[in-house]
Structure formats: structure tokens, C-alpha cells
């Protein structure tokens, strides 16, 4: 059998695709093989930035493949690595991941792209959450999406379903950039290469940072930082690319990082 999963190295970048005709729909077994190549990605020192994107340019993904549920998979079942997807709880996920949306980007898909750093998207993209007209609820989306954007538009989508395209998706904060869709793969091949040339060990700091700051008090999570609590701060402060970082500076050149 064919893989769902397509992926791509180049240049310290990792692209990840969702290929599942007709919908890209996430059935158990391709949680478990996504799950299986974010861990590697997450664990390879040559990868720096990765990319998630699904195939063809209709559909991102639709979340949990509801024919193979009617089959007998189980909403609760063995999502692998990562939980659903490979991304929403890999623990330890310190380089950047980039949403492309291509397309229909709704239920779980629109989770598996609130789980990335940044999100670029098709101008013909749509978002939505539409669990509630299933009488399911959006778990991972009820958590994130109201921390992401406005309280009460969060609330609408989560309440009511409704479906929005990619000018108010952004105008709402919830993605970064939007490009015709015949250029989509470039511009996120173009953003994963900058990131890719920047220092890995400062961007695993911020992210680790961002990631345990979230429920603390600003002072709490600083005097972490003050005390050496957050391991990524300190491994930085103490590599080769601090010192890299420092004499690049006063060379008047551009810095070579290599993540130790």
C-alpha cells in the first residue's frame, strides 16, 4: 500500500505532505506514520524547519476520517506519536513547523495547523470548525483557537460551525500570509529556507520559552530564565553558535550556525 504520508529533505528543511485522496482525511494509521516522522524530524540534527501541506489544491485536510471511524476506528484509538496528527502533543518540538493550507482546512485539520508556528495559505482556503453540527466537540480547537484569536470569534466558530475564508482568517490573526495557490509551495519553501539559515539553538530557546510561559506570570517565567531553568536557554548560552553569534557581529559578516 501506498504511503499517506509524502516527504521531501532539502536544504535542512523537511516537507510534509498529506495525501490521502479524496480529502486527506487523518484515519488512525496515518496519525501513527505522521507521528513517526515528526519524531524523526524533531530528532535529526540535520533538519532545522518543516513544513506541513496536503496534497492537490482542494483540500488541507478535513481532520478524522469519518468512513474509516464507520469501519471501526475508534475516536479514542492509538493516535501514535504525538497524539492526532504527529504534532498536537510531541513534547520536546523545538524547531519551527510552517502550515501551508491549500485548501479546506477544517475540524482536525484546522488542530493540526494551530499546532504549527507560522501558517501561509491559499487565497481560496477556507476555515472551519463544524464538530458541533456532529455533536462532537473540537477538543485540541477549544483550547488553542480562543488563545489565538479574538474570545468572541473563536466562540462563534466553536459554537456555531460557520465556515470563514482566508481574507478573515487573517484578519483575524489566524494566519500569517496569503498567496494565489499556484505560488503557495513556493513562498513556504522561500520562509522555511530564512528560517533554516538562522541559528537552530535560539529558535528550540524561543520555543521552549513560549511553550512553558504560557500559563505563567511574566515574572515567574523570567526568573526562570534568570535561574537557568529553561534547558534550551542554557545549551545556547554555553555553544559554539553564542560565540559564533558574538564574533560575526564584530566582523561585520554573517554568522555560520551549526546548532552546537
Request: proline share 5%; hydrophobic share 45%.
Amino acid at each position: 500500500m501506498e504511503s499517506p504520508i509524502k516527504t521531501e529533505k532539502r536544504d535542512h528543511i523537511l516537507a510534509v505532505t498529506l495525501d490521502r485522496p479524496k480529502a486527506n482525511a487523518i484515519d488512525l494509521m496515518t496519525s501513527r506514520i505522521m507521528g513517526d516522522v515528526f519524531t524523526d524530524f524533531r530528532d535529526d540534527p540535520d533538519l532545522r524547519v518543516a513544513i506541513v501541506t496536503g496534497a492537490g489544491d482542494k483540500f488541507f485536510c478535513p481532520g478524522w476520517d469519518l468512513k474509516a471511524a464507520a469501519g471501526g476506528d475508534a475516536v479514542d484509538g492509538d493516535y501514535g506519536k504525538g497524539g492526532f496528527g504527529g504534532l498536537q502533543e510531541l513534547r520536546g518540538l523545538n524547531k519551527p513547523v510552517i502550515a501551508a493550507v491549500n485548501g479546506i482546512c477544517c475540524g482536525g485539520g484546522l488542530e493540526l495547523a494551530l499546532s504549527a508556528d507560522i501558517i501561509l495559505a491559499a487565497d481560496h482556503a477556507t476555515f472551519a470548525l463544524p464538530e458541533i453540527r456532529s455533536g462532537t466537540v473540537a477538543d485540541a480547537a477549544s483550547i488553542k483557537l480562543p488563545k489565538r484569536i479574538p474570545y468572541h470569534i473563536a466562540m462563534e466558530m466553536l459554537f456555531t460551525g460557520r465556515w470563514i475564508e482566508a481574507e478573515e482568517a487573517a484578519r483575524w490573526g489566524l494566519i500569517n500570509h496569503i498567496y494565489p495557490g499556484q505560488d503557495l509551495m513556493a513562498e513556504a519553501w522561500k520562509l522555511a529556507g530564512l528560517l533554516a539559515s538562522g541559528p537552530p539553538l535560539v529558535y528550540a530557546a524561543i520555543k521552549e520559552i513560549v511553550r512553558e510561559a504560557e500559563d505563567m506570570k511574566f515574572q515567574d517565567a523570567l526568573n526562570r530564565i534568570t535561574r537557568s531553568q529553561f534547558q534550551t536557554v542554557e545549551t545556547l548560552y554555553r555553544s559554539e553558535d553564542q560565540k559564533e553569534g558574538a564574533r560575526a557581529f564584530a566582523e561585520k559578516r554573517d554568522p555560520v550556525w551549526k546548532g552546537r
